[in-house]
């Protein structure tokens, strides 16, 4: 991108060309938090639901003066010369007729096939709804258009015969109200299932892949996703602007890198509570919200790790109707993990990160962490937990030091090609890298 | 006119093929599709049908 837009902001700036962005992001403002970063001063269209169906990322075209698409897939390195050949060919005024997707969705434009009797039509409407909820009412989509527009997705999605991008998209509006205050806690997982049936059914659709990635497995990751955030709000806040700053709080997963090695235990660490004497939270004063982001490979057939292999995501909402906050002075929330026998995690003992130096404060707390089943056939696929969380009630309330149990089943996917992770040659581990996307 | 229906035929075709390479709704030589989508902003939107009357250098890309 940087590359392009040195090339051609002069060609705009001289009112000779157009500079058009369309990003295959999930949230909108990282990618207006990068646009600011970077000064690009072009519209950047939003489009999470891969409504373009390119499967890969970048994809740079040239389009000529009547609108028709010249130069499909230009080089990056040959940028200036492409952008010479745009401008400085006579394009001949014939060209194959326009191709629309239907509905063209956003314009509202149907066929008349049913109207909203079909599942297609009504799934496509919603979309449209979701996508230009700002544009339309100047506001987010509600929770009554979440849950409208969820409904006609979930029809869509289970019809017979429909695509595995009706799949995909049941998951970008999944999580779309995960991220919204309407949220259900089961949306973060219900969407990554989506995301993942959707790419066992068409395994070289990356920018589906990608949406993955970016809350699985390190040994998952082409490359960190979000890395650049914290130096973008440094940059421009130095520069004397206010930055956008993310509505969603970022992931471990999100910032972290690709990775080739295998988690492992660093130190046989001590269970806070081994005879598990602490008081239970029984009175739910911490809701707990669990997802399993599962390594991609097995939808390819590649297994070189053990299907299985996943970031595990935790998220601990105290409860506002109790006014529970933490006890911060009491000390941190920490989760102690147990895997079953064979399987890899660097700690047992977790300790989550504390955003609030206050001595009490009632923030959301995230923590993700991974696992790696053995090779061969795994033991078992659930996890025990217990977490461990000093909480108060009301501003002046007694603090107390509570636990809670849990478990998580990790699915263990099969590989499409039928090769075991127990036929994977051992030391093959790798980063599940792909050099198509992105 | 047959023939005009055959060529017409392949021409299509041949744009089909296209499509699968680059994206579903990208035809070389083809008008872009009419799809609209907002800005990231959410102020506004844009019908990639309607970019004319000037060169565009459209970019499909992500941050990461």
Not at chain 1, 119 to 133: I, Y
Not at chain 1, 329 to 336: F, Q
Request: proline share 10%; glycine share 8%; with cysteine.
């Amino acid at each position: 991108m940087p590359v392009w837009y040195d090339a051609a902001r002069e060609l705009a700036a001289q009112g000779r060309l157009r500079i058009i962005g369309i990003t295959e992001e999930q949230h909108a403002d990282r990618c207006r938090l990068y646009a600011q970063w970077k000064g690009y001063d072009f519209p950047i269209l939003w489009d999470p639901f891969n409504l373009t169906g390119s499967s890969a990322v970048p994809l740079v075209m040239g389009i000529d003066a009547a609108g028709v698409l010249r130069l499909p897939r230009m080089d990056v390195r040959r940028a200036r010369e492409e952008l010479e050949t745009l401008l400085g060919t006579s394009w001949p005024a014939e060209h194959l007729p326009r191709l629309d997707p239907f509905p063209a969705v956003g314009l509202e434009v149907t066929r008349d096939e049913g109207g909203a009797a079909n599942p297609r039509v009504a799934a496509d409407r919603a979309l449209g709804r979701l996508l230009f909820s700002r544009v339309r009412n100047a506001a987010p989509p509600s929770r009554e258009l979440f849950g409208s527009a969820l409904s006609a997705l979930e029809v869509y999605a289970a019809a017979e015969g429909a695509p595995a991008s009706a799949r995909f998209r049941l998951g970008v509006a999944r999580r779309l109200r995960y991220d919204s205050p309407w949220r259900d806690p089961a949306d973060f997982q219900a969407s990554l299932d989506d995301w993942y049936a959707a790419l066992e059914r068409e395994p070289a659709r990356y920018i589906w892949r990608r949406r993955i990635q970016q809350w699985g497995p390190r040994l998952d990751k082409p490359y960190p996703f979000y890395d650049w955030v914290e130096s973008a709000l440094v940059e421009v806040r130095a520069r004397g602007e206010e930055p956008v700053v993310p509505s969603v709080p970022l992931t471990g997963a999100e910032v972290a890198g690709g990775t080739r090695e295998i988690p492992r235990r660093e130190a046989q660490e001590v269970h806070p509570d081994p005879k598990g004497g602490l008081p239970r939270d029984t009175e739910g004063l911490v809701h707990l919200e669990t997802a399993v982001a599962l390594h991609t490979g097995p939808t390819a057939g590649r297994v070189r790790v053990p299907p299985g292999t996943a970031r595990i995501h935790l998220v601990l909402r105290p409860d506002r109707e109790h006014s529970v906050h933490w006890g911060n002075e009491a000390g941190p929330t920490r989760l102690w993990i147990e895997v079953p026998a064979g399987w890899d995690v660097r700690h047992n003992l977790w300790t989550f990160p504390l955003t609030s130096k206050a001595p009490t404060s009632s923030e959301v707390r995230r923590l993700d962490f991974e696992v790696r089943p053995p090779l061969g056939p795994p033991s078992g696929h659930r996890l025990h937990g217990t977490l461990f969380y000093p909480v108060c009630l009301g501003d002046d309330g007694v603090c107390t030091l509570l636990a809670q149990d849990f478990e998580i089943e990790v699915p263990l996917p099969a590989s499409p090609s039928g090769a075991g992770p127990a036929d994977e040659a051992a030391g093959k581990e790798g980063a599940g890298d792909d050099s198509s996307g992105g | 006119m047959l023939r005009l229906a055959v060529i017409a035929g392949l021409v299509l075709l041949a744009a089909s093929d296209l499509r699968a390479q680059a994206a579903d709704i990208f035809a070389p030589n083809a008008p872009l599709p009419r799809l609209e989508l907002p800005t990231i902003d959410g102020k506004r939107s844009v019908d990639l049908g309607e970019l004319t009357g000037k060169p565009t250098l459209l970019i499909q890309f992500a941050s990461w």
